[in-house]
Nanobody, 126 residues
């Protein structure tokens, strides 16, 4: 069982930046593909960014491409999401997730993720 704990959310003005972190408790962090998702009120949870086990592969949702950067530190069992040029429409609860994968792939589908954090709120004011 992998436990994931997000941090770094908060209130920021439009155009600002935030850095989210996701700390994993287990011994197998480096074997998981990792991802960030978000869910705004009244909307479905959506894919934001994903990263392969080694960090060599990344993929982004269209709405954040060029503004967000996903990264990981396998020595620290930590996943990151650097968010810049934030917009009010980025307001949501952000979740990190881990997927047990056999190969070093980027996973984008919600149903392929096995473990989820509790989420951290990001609010962008206009």
């Amino acid at each position: 069982q992998e436990q994931l704990v997000e941090s770094g959310g908060g209130l920021v003005q439009a155009g600002g930046s935030l850095r989210l972190s996701c700390a994993a408790s287990g011994r197998f962090f480096s074997t998981y593909a990792m991802g960030w998702f978000r869910q705004a009120p009244g909307k479905e949870r959506e894919f934001v960014a994903g990263i392969s086990r080694t960090g060599g592969g990344t993929f982004y949702g269209d709405s954040v491409l060029g503004r967000f950067t996903i990264s990981r530190d396998n020595d620290k069992n930590t996943l990151y999401l650097e968010m810049s040029s934030l917009r009010p429409e980025d307001t949501a609860v952000y979740y990190c997730a881990a997927a047990q994968v056999q190969w070093s792939l980027v996973v984008t589908r919600i149903r392929d993720y096995d473990y989820w954090g509790q989420g951290t709120q990001v609010t962008v004011s206009s």
